[in-house]
């Protein structure tokens, strides 16, 4: 299967701890998205990629959030002093084109204690 | 107003009925319009694109109302394992961002 795959599938930390996760896109697909969701909400966009270069960030994230794709393939997510209130499931998506569906991964679920 | 918006449902409907739901978008100028179905603790998976002249795919049609700024999804016959949120997806004209709606839920019952 080549589609979108996200490590870890799950992370549990506790508050204030560095986290980072992981997302390796579909191999052709420039495009590389963000986004955070929470339970019974939409998902959230956090930030896209044209390949290496991040061309949007979301207002909503804040300093502590920062996204890097060093080479236009897998991207990294890192959070750091994580709070409570980042407790959601990242969600990492590629794409074709610009009006492309999304092809989303697993997610990585993020408990903060 | 939200960006894309969703009546949050749930709408219970029976197996066999039909069942419709909308969403709205505020940009005008928006161009792309997609459906996804999630299942709980999953990620959302492409149902369909939304094309101008409307588009059917199987037992599930989907409309553009430009001038409204809507799209619709009808599930026809529905199944028990269409239950699941349906989300849409709307790509900002100007960027590249794409805006999802908070998802309607819908529950077929036996």
């Known amino acids: 299967d080549t589609g979108v795959s996200q490590n870890p599938r799950h992370k549990i930390t506790k508050r204030g701890q560095n986290v980072t996760f992981r997302c390796d896109p579909i191999s052709e697909h420039n495009r590389l998205y963000w986004y955070r969701q929470t339970l019974g909400q939409g998902p959230e966009f956090l930030t896209y990629f044209q390949n290496e270069a991040q061309l949007e960030k979301s207002r909503l994230l804040s300093d502590r959030f920062s996204a890097e794709r060093p080479k236009g393939s897998f991207s990294t997510l890192e959070i750091q002093r994580t709070e409570q209130g980042d407790s959601a499931m990242y969600l990492c998506?590629?794409?074709?084109?610009?009006?492309?569906?999304?092809?989303f991964g697993n997610g990585t679920r993020l408990t903060v204690t | 107003r939200k960006e894309v918006e969703q009546d949050p449902g749930p709408f219970n409907v029976p197996e066999g009925a039909t069942v419709a739901f909308n969403c709205t978008y505020s940009?005008?100028?928006?161009?792309?319009f997609f459906w996804y179905r999630q299942d709980c603790r999953k990620e959302p998976k492409l149902l369909m694109s939304?094309?101008?002249s409307g588009n059917e795919d199987g037992r599930f049609t989907a409309q553009l109302n430009r001038a409204s700024q809507y799209i619709s999804l009808l599930i026809r016959d529905s199944k028990l394992s269409d239950s699941a949120t349906y989300l849409c997806v709307v790509n900002e004209a100007a960027g590249n961002k794409l805006t999802f709606g908070g998802g309607t839920r819908v529950l077929v019952k036996p």
């Open positions: 940009n005008s100028a928006s161009q792309s």
């Open positions: 998506a590629s794409s074709l084109a610009r009006d492309s569906p999304l092809h």
């Open positions: 939304v094309y101008s």
